[in-house]
């Protein structure tokens, strides 16, 4: 491990405390993927969440190149990083300060394919699943929100119509759209009943 060895005083951190935040970072990956169905991590918001509590400015490089590691030798995971494309030589200096902040993740299986086609993959339901991966890509882009006419804009460029009723894989495109924000919004609503019901018992 990249870890190995670490002098972990450095950090001010014990192995139990970072052992935890790699734990955590591990869940959150694993829970964010499955909520948004493969939608891009960014590493900002796995920094904060090693920061919440802990100040070492590179305690988060640690905990999530372990975090990485364990995602693929115990999950079969590669957390593997978006490459971005490269900068003009203008905006070169400005960005290298901020790259690590607008860097992005997305696991990877890393079954064979023919494994992963046989055990994993679901035939019946993968046009739903590529379906709902470009709709929550094109919002998340758009920085979380966007008004329905641009979304359909998006769409229509990759030939799915609101008027199109009879669509080969999805019917009704529009209400396969209804029911995708219907279920999203369903998931949001059981999260955070799940978030309230966590509170309470800290409280008591």
């Known amino acids: 491990m990249a870890s190995a060895g670490c002098d972990l005083s450095q950090f001010d951190i014990s192995k139990e405390e970072k052992d935890k935040l790699v734990g955590e970072v591990i ?3 694993l829970f964010k993927t499955h909520q948004n169905s493969g939608c891009p991590i960014k590493r900002e918001e796995l920094t904060q969440l090693v920061t919440k509590n802990y100040r070492n400015r590179n305690l988060p490089a640690l905990v999530i190149s372990e975090a990485r590691e364990k995602l693929s030798s115990i999950f079969g995971y590669e957390m593997r990083e978006l490459q971005k494309s490269r900068p003009s030589t203008n905006q070169t200096r400005s960005s290298q300060s901020s790259s690590a902040d607008s860097r992005s993740y997305v696991l990877m299986s890393q079954l064979p394919a023919d494994l992963y086609k046989r055990y994993v993959e679901d035939v019946s339901t993968a046009h739903l699943s590529g379906f709902t991966f470009v709709v929550i890509s094109i919002v998340h882009l758009a ?10 804009h998006h769409l229509r460029r990759l030939g799915l119509h609101e008027s199109n009723e009879s669509h080969q894989e999805f019917g009704n495109v529009k ?7 219907q279920q999203r919004k369903t998931k949001l609503l059981d999260q955070k009943v799940a978030q309230y019901c966590t509170s309470l018992l800290r409280e008591q």
């Open 27 to 29: 869940r959150y990956v």
């Open 143 to 152: 920085g979380g929100k966007i008004p329905e006419d641009n979304l359909w």
């Open 175 to 181: 209400q396969a759209l209804e029911a995708l924000v």
